[in-house]
């Protein structure tokens, strides 16, 4: 008994040893710098052990990461990113986007600016509103007092505009 008291804690890990209940997550983009489009297949890191792929839109997420942590992005054709972030345990930390500037860029060419990082909007009455392409289909009846006829005084909501980079935008 006096020898577990003289051991003391010891069966427990040191304070900077990381377990596995004390992982987060990292998320982000990877965009062209010159171009702002998403650069799919792009690979993020955190060191050498915990690796991911960027998904089609250039989305990714860094799982099992915790502490302080510089994430990496490397793609074929661009310069390597990196992103300084503190990831708390059991949270998911966005990172917003990671851009790479072309190797083959004119030197001194202006990046653009990126894009404005989304916000989340509330859930609309309606997911599939007509976009201006098929608002132009012939109506399906027009005769008074038919089941299908829309109801009176009923539009469908705007469709929000598309936000797209513009290639003509400031330089920085």
Aim: proline fraction near 16%; aromatic fraction near 2%; charge should be positive.
């Amino acid at each position: 008994m006096l020898l577990l008291l003289a051991l003391g804690d010891s069966c427990s890990a040191p304070p900077n040893i990381v377990g596995v209940q004390d992982y987060g997550k990292v998320a982000g983009r990877v965009l062209d710098a010159m171009t702002n489009r998403p650069i799919p297949n792009a690979l993020l890191s955190v060191g050498s052990l915990y690796t991911t792929r960027a998904d089609i839109n250039g989305g990714f997420i860094l799982r099992a990461v915790a502490g302080d942590q510089t994430v990496t992005a490397r793609a074929a054709g661009y310069g390597t990113a990196t992103a300084d972030t503190t990831i708390p345990k059991d949270g998911t930390v966005s990172i917003g986007y990671i851009r790479l500037a072309p190797l083959a860029a004119p030197a001194g060419q202006p990046t653009l600016q990126p894009p404005a990082t989304p916000t989340p909007r509330a859930a609309s009455p309606s997911p599939a509103t007509p976009g201006p392409a098929a608002s132009s289909a012939p109506a399906a009846s027009s005769a008074p007092g038919s089941s299908t006829a829309p109801t009176a005084g009923a539009s469908p909501p705007p469709a929000p505009a598309p936000v797209t980079p513009s290639p003509q935008a400031s330089p920085t």
